[in-house]
């Protein structure tokens, strides 16, 4: 028993420096869905610094969501996804330890695009 304490005890202060080490950042999350409420997952978000004209793309995982650490500044956002009309946010204020909550709604695109799977 002592040596399973032991292990866990030299385990934990491996981790601690790290988690000590990690700090909060700011940036910008959120979830993407259909007007109908639908998850879109594998959404583009491109990220734009308005300052720097940097950009930054991200895609939403398995369950819409996104999250990206930034560095303090103002933002311009764009969600794609195939099938949807793409949605801008304008103007986003970032600081360094918070996260803007920024979720999208995006609306079906009727314009000609098929898909195939479930005609």
């Known amino acids: 028993m002592q040596p399973v304490v032991i292990t866990l005890l030299f385990a934990l202060t491996l981790t601690l420096p790290i988690a000590a080490v990690q700090k909060p950042c700011g ?6 869905t259909s007007v109908e409420g639908v998850l ?3 959404t583009s978000i491109r990220i734009t610094n308005r ?7 991200v ?5 819409a ?3 990206i650490c930034l560095a ?5 956002l764009q969600a794609r996804a195939l099938g949807y009309k793409a949605v801008r946010r304008k103007s986003i204020d970032v600081d360094a330890t918070s996260k803007a909550v920024i979720d999208f709604v995006l609306k079906h ?3 000609g695009w ?3 799977e479930h005609p």
């Open 51 to 57: 300052s720097t004209k940097q950009t930054t793309t």
């Open 59 to 63: 895609e939403s995982d398995a369950d």
């Open 114 to 116: 098929v898909d195939r």
């Open 40 to 42: 879109i997952p594998n």
């Open 72 to 76: 303090p500044g103002r933002y311009d």
């Open 27 to 32: 940036g910008i999350e959120g979830r993407i």
């Open 65 to 67: 969501r996104y999250t």
């Open 109 to 111: 695109d009727k314009s």
